[in-house]
């Protein structure tokens, strides 16, 4: 499996028809889930996945920064 694949939309994680992504969003827990991954993610890398999870950390930034308005909505 190519690296890409590990960081975005992995098959593990697209056994249903909604991405976990979508469903952290309808549950209101995006934000917990995306920042204790990147902390996750960031922590580990030297001692497992290099680059990989730096990339997963990312991908999880880039998933806050893009739906911002509608997990930090007031």
């Not at 690296?3 to 098959?11: A, L, Y």
């Not at 979508?22 to 995006?30: K, P, R, V």
């Not at 996750?40 to 890398?45: A, L, P, W």
């Amino acid at each position: 499996m190519k690296n890409k694949e590990w960081v975005n939309s992995p098959d593990h994680y697209n056994q249903s028809k909604k991405e976990l992504w979508d469903i952290f969003l309808d549950l209101g827990c995006a934000e917990g889930y995306c920042v204790s991954s990147i902390y996750k993610y960031v922590y580990r890398h030297k001692e497992k996945n290099g680059v990989q999870d730096l990339k997963k950390a990312r991908a999880c930034l880039d998933f806050l920064i893009e739906h911002y308005d509608e997990i930090f909505e007031e």
